[in-house]
């Protein structure tokens, strides 16, 4: 149990960071 959440949470968090990722991608294109 404890182990899936976590992985969850990592999954969370790793599509937070792909997300500002490509919005500074986007700032640095405009």
Known sequence: MA???E???F???HLE???IET???N???I
């Open 3 to 5: 182990k899936r959440v």
């Open 7 to 9: 992985t969850r949470i």
């Open 11 to 13: 999954k969370i968090i």
């Open 17 to 19: 960071i792909l997300n």
């Open 23 to 25: 919005v500074r991608r």
């Open 27 to 29: 700032d640095f294109v």
